[in-house]
C-alpha cells in the first residue's frame, strides 16, 4: 500500500495532535461510499442494492456498501440516484439553494454538487454550471442530462470571462476549487504519490484567484461557499482569510446542519471525527442588499418556425422552445448573455430535425417534463438490452414513438412498428 507522505503526516501530527493517531488509523480503513436518490425520479429505495443508513446532513443521501454495484444499473442510467461520497454532499446542502433564485457552481465537473444543487431548486430559477476543462464539461453536461434537470446552463469557460459579462449576476456561488486533494489519500491512494510539500501554496494561488471572480459575480446579500476536499490550512481557513481581506464586503456565516456544526461559519470534515472523506466547507455572505443583476436578454438565435410547426405535428402539447442551440429546439425561460462562449447545453433540448423529419431529443424522454407519449414497461433485463442499443420486441399493435421505462422511468425513445422497437438510445451512451 502507499504510504501516506512524511510532511503531510508531520503537518496533520502538529495540527490535531492527540487525535493524530485516530486520524492516521482512518487511514487504514475503508472509504465511504454514498448516494443520493433523486427527488425528482421516484423509485423504490428497496431497488437500490448495498443502500445503507441516511447521510445526516442531506435529506436524500444514503452511505452505500463497498460491494454495491448501483453503478452499473439501468436506474443509474435513467438518473433514479447519483454516486457521490458523503462529505461531497456537504457544499451543496450548506449553499441550500431555493426555487427561483440564479445560481452558480463555478467548478462544476463532474457534477455531484451541481445535480444536488438543482434538485434543491426543484426545477425553477437558473442553475448556470461551469467547468472549465472542455472534456470534464462534457461529462458535467451529460449528467445534468442524466439527472432530468431543465433549468441548468451548461458552459465551459475560465472563469475571468464570466466575471466581466456576469457581474453581481447571482443570489447564489458555488466554488467547489481545485485542489492538493489530500482528503482523497484514502479513497483514492494514488494521488498520494502526485502530492508534494508544495502543493497546497501552488494550488491556494489558483483558488484566489477563481475566488475573485466568483466575488465580482455574488449580489450584494448573497451567500458563497467556498470547498475544497483538502485539510490543510493554506488552502482552507489561510485562503478564506486573504479572501475576505481583499473583499472586506464578505464575512463567513454559521451554519448548522444535523451532524454538521460550523459555528466559525467553517467545517473541516476530518475522516476519524465524521463519516466521510476529508473535505472543507467554508458559507460567506456578502454584506449589503440587492438583486441578481442577471441580464437574461436573448442571446441564442429565435426558434426556427418551420422547427416548431414540425415539434407541434410530433406532439401538440410539447413545451414552447425559447432558442436553438445549433440545430437543437431548446426550453429555457431565463438565459443570460452567453455571446462568445462554449455552451454545451441550455435548460431542456427539444430535439432537431433529421431530413424532413423531427427527432426528440434523448434529454426530452429522461427530463422531469417527459412528454404525454405511450409508456412501454421493461424488465430488468429488457432495459439491459435497450441501453446497450438492441431492440426490443413488443404488441404488433402498437405504432410510434414510445418511452421504454423501468419501474416507471423513462429511459429513451423508441419507435415502433411490425412489433419491434427500434433503439433511439444515443450511441455515445449504450453501455455493452
Known amino acids: 500500500m502507499r504510504e501516506l507522505p512524511q510532511a503531510f503526516v508531520n503537518r496533520m501530527k502538529e495540527l490535531l495532535q492527540d487525535e493524530a493517531a485516530a486520524f492516521l488509523r482512518s487511514y487504514e480503513e475503508p472509504y465511504q461510499r454514498g448516494l443520493r436518490m433523486n427527488p425528482m425520479k421516484t423509485v423504490d429505495a428497496a431497488l437500490v442494492p448495498g443502500l445503507l443508513e441516511p447521510v445526516p446532513w442531506e435529506a436524500t443521501g444514503y452511505y452505500l456498501d463497498l460491494e454495491s454495484n448501483a453503478g452499473a444499473l439501468p436506474l443509474h442510467e435513467a438518473g433514479a440516484y447519483y454516486l457521490q461520497e458523503p462529505s461531497a454532499m456537504l457544499p451543496a446542502a450548506v449553499l441550500d439553494p431555493q426555487p427561483g433564485e440564479k445560481v452558480l457552481d463555478l467548478c462544476a465537473a463532474p457534477g455531484g454538487k451541481t445535480t444536488q444543487l438543482a434538485l434543491r431548486m426543484k426545477g425553477e430559477g437558473l442553475l448556470v454550471c461551469n467547468e472549465p476543462v472542455p472534456k470534464r464539461a462534457q461529462i458535467l453536461s451529460r449528467n445534468v442530462e442524466r ?27 458555488q466554488v467547489d476549487a481545485p485542489c492538493s486533494g489530500e482528503g482523497m489519500f484514502r479513497r483514492h491512494p494514488e494521488t498520494r504519490e502526485e502530492w508534494t510539500e508544495d502543493s497546497p501554496a501552488g494550488c491556494a494561488k489558483r483558488q484566489a484567484e477563481i475566488l475573485d471572480c466568483a466575488a465580482e459575480m455574488l449580489r450584494p446579500g448573497g451567500r ?39 459555528p466559525t461559519g467553517m467545517l473541516t470534515c476530518y475522516p476519524h471525527r465524521m463519516r466521510g472523506e476529508g473535505h472543507f466547507v467554508a458559507l460567506l455572505r456578502r454584506r449589503g442588499e440587492g438583486v441578481a443583476r442577471m441580464n437574461t436578454d436573448a442571446s441564442l438565435p429565435r426558434p426556427d418556425k418551420a422547427m416548431m410547426k414540425a415539434l407541434r405535428d410530433f406532439l401538440p402539447g410539447a413545451p414552447m422552445p425559447t432558442a436553438m442551440l445549433g440545430d437543437t429546439l431548446v426550453c429555457l425561460p431565463e438565459c443570460p448573455d452567453v455571446r462568445g462562449l462554449k455552451v454545451l447545453r441550455v435548460g431542456l433540448h427539444l430535439g432537431a430535425m ?39 420486441s413488443v404488441s404488433e399493435e402498437l405504432r410510434g414513438y414510445a418511452l421504454p421505462t423501468l419501474h416507471g422511468l423513462a429511459l429513451g425513445w423508441g419507435k415502433i412498428s411490425d412489433g419491434v422497437m427500434k433503439n433511439h438510445y444515443p450511441k455515445g451512451l449504450r453501455r455493452p
Open 147 to 173: 439527472m432530468g434537470i431543465t433549468n441548468a446552463l451548461v458552459v465551459s469557460s475560465l472563469p475571468a470571462p464570466l466575471a466581466k459579462r456576469w457581474s453581481e449576476g447571482f443570489d447564489a456561488i
Open 224 to 262: 458563497l461557499v467556498y470547498s475544497t476536499c483538502t485539510l490543510n490550512a493554506i488552502e482552507n481557513e489561510d485562503t478564506v482569510a486573504a479572501f475576505c481581506q481583499r473583499h472586506p464586503d464578505f464575512a463567513p456565516e454559521a451554519f448548522e446542519l444535523p451532524g454538521a456544526s460550523a
Open 354 to 392: 433529421k431530413g424532413k423529419v423531427f427527432q426528440p431529443d434523448h434529454a426530452w424522454a429522461v427530463s422531469n417534463m417527459a412528454p404525454d407519449v405511450q409508456r412501454i414497461p421493461l424488465t430488468e433485463e429488457e432495459a439491459r438490452r435497450y441501453q446497450a442499443g438492441e431492440t426490443i
